[in-house]
């Protein structure tokens, strides 16, 4: 059921290249936010000034511009809650914890580090909780003069409620967190720098954010989010508690999580190799959610007709990334002739294209490109599937040569230039039935009859259909490179 109502919002942190974890992320707010006709926001997290960078800002805008992943308030369209950008919201945030200060939900905290590190120590050795243990939760005026005088600079803290915290999870169904595993926590460093813990849930309170769709590693983080969201509400700055859902781990090789340093987690491999938009996000979809049990290739129009957060499934999800080339494939094939020559344009040219751009031949191309689309997993493919139409040789590749120059090469490839050249070069069937009778007349079936013609006329053992390159390659230059090949046997 549609609800305008719904506000979620996308939140990365710019720090390095946009990773496929995120981005299944931003996609399922954004599946749900257009399911229900509510709003994606989109929000910067840039507080941390050391990580932070306008590269990798920048990188996340063109990341979810080119996978269509649109969003109704954030940077560059603004909204009625902007500036959309943390760095810019530190007067909100520094009031805000001013404000939890006076009302007594929050406390200055003076323990220095080592104090803390010799406390959990010794609540480990004791077998109690380790967490913090409210030291300075009733500090007196006077021991915090001593504190002063002595030169601390206290942390400012949040002071968790005294019994559970219980929440129903949109993935994970009811969760109760107890007071022992969730103790108060700094919001504010001593520098005066606002922390995550107080800017993501003010930012979430200010925005009228309904639900907060995260991934597994923030749960830990909700109860304590919930309690100062229960304050917010008191001090009339939040209207309500959002719904959360966390989505379940993305999983890599060797059982663990998927990580930025994993090479197939970086959301530019698959834009460089040549994925669609739309292939690769129905594919990261399917991490946690499904369609139906007997479909996974689906458009994005139909995922946003079927998406809800509530069939995601809490189980880890494991990237397989030959299932998200299957499903690429599926979405090249489902092109337009003319959206898919279109789309395969940018591999035809430098840097990818190995051939003089005066060589390449557009009329080739687009006479080649049916019998291409039927057969890539991704649009980089392209371009060592074509590139024997517009290189003057063909490439070297000598693996390919030795597997296809077996027995006696020589003979066979002179029988098939013979008929090869006098054939009707019309049609494919005829150039097919002139090497199947050479190898006929050389006992060989077609498949150990064709694989030297198309290595010499190629140079590779694999490729698109054999005899409809030919014809399109045409006569002269097909003849011209058996010679070629022949001459090198003979060397």
Not at 199 to 219: K, Q, S, W, Y
Not at 245 to 268: F, T
Request: proline share 6%; net charge negative; glycine share 6%.
């Amino acid at each position: 059921m549609a609800n305008a109502n719904v506000r979620v919002r996308f939140c990365p942190s710019p720090t390095g290249n946009p990773h496929v974890g995120l981005v299944r992320t931003a996609l399922f707010n954004w599946a749900f936010a257009r399911h229900h006709g509510g709003t994606m926001v989109f929000r910067i997290e840039d507080t941390d000034a050391a990580r932070d960078s306008e590269e990798s800002y920048q990188q996340l805008l063109d990341s979810l511009r080119w996978l269509g992943l649109d969003w109704d308030e954030g940077p560059e369209v603004g909204g009625p809650h902007a500036p959309y950008r943390q760095s810019q919201r530190m007067d909100i945030y520094r009031n805000i914890a001013q404000k939890l200060l006076d009302g007594g939900y929050a406390y200055p905290c003076y323990c220095t580090a080592e104090e803390l590190d010799a406390r959990r120590e010794l609540a480990r050795r004791e077998g109690r909780p380790s967490g913090y243990d409210g030291q300075c939760r009733t500090v007196t005026a006077e021991q915090k003069a001593v504190y002063e005088a002595e030169g601390r600079e206290p942390i400012i803290r949040f002071r968790m409620p005294d019994e559970p915290i219980t929440f129903t999870d949109l993935v994970r169904g009811e969760l109760t967190f107890t007071p022992e595993n969730v103790p108060d926590y700094g919001i504010v460093r001593a520098t005066g720098a606002p922390l995550y813990t107080l800017v993501n849930p003010v930012d979430d309170a200010l925005m009228e954010i309904t639900h907060v769709l995260r991934g597994e590693d923030l749960l830990s983080s909700t109860p304590r989010q919930i309690a100062l969201y229960k304050a917010l509400i008191e001090l009339g700055i939040a209207k309500e508690i959002p719904a959360f859902g966390h989505l379940p781990y993305v999983m890599g090789e060797g059982n663990k999580k998927l990580s930025k340093r994993d090479p197939q987690s970086s959301l530019n491999l698959y834009r460089e190799r040549g994925f669609l938009p739309e292939g690769l996000l129905n594919y990261l979809s399917l991490l946690g959610w499904s369609f139906s049990a007997d479909q996974d290739v689906f458009s994005v129009a139909e995922l946003i007709e079927k998406f809800d957060v509530k069939d995601v499934n809490a189980n880890p999800a494991r990237f397989d990334i030959k299932k998200a080339e299957a499903i690429n494939a599926d979405h090249i094939r489902r092109l337009d002739e003319k959206a898919f020559i279109e789309a395969c344009e940018p591999w035809l040219k430098a840097p990818y294209a190995n051939w003089a751009p005066e060589d390449f031949d557009r009329a080739a191309w687009e006479a080649i490109a049916p019998y291409a689309q039927t057969r890539l997993t991704a649009l980089s493919d392209i371009t060592a599937n074509v590139d024997f139409l517009f290189l003057k040789e063909p490439v070297q590749d000598e693996a390919s040569w030795a597997k296809a120059m077996k027995g006696d090469p020589a003979a066979l490839l002179t029988t098939a230039r013979a008929r090869l050249e006098a054939a009707d070069w019309s049609g494919p069937d005829s150039l097919k039935d002139a090497v199947l009778k050479a190898g006929e007349e050389h006992g060989l079936k077609l498949g150990k009859a064709q694989a030297p013609v198309r290595v010499a006329v190629t140079g590779r053992t694999v490729g698109l259909p054999l005899f409809e390159s030919l014809q399109i390659l045409g006569k002269d230059r097909t003849l011209a490179r058996i010679d070629a090949a022949l001459a090198k046997l003979a060397a």
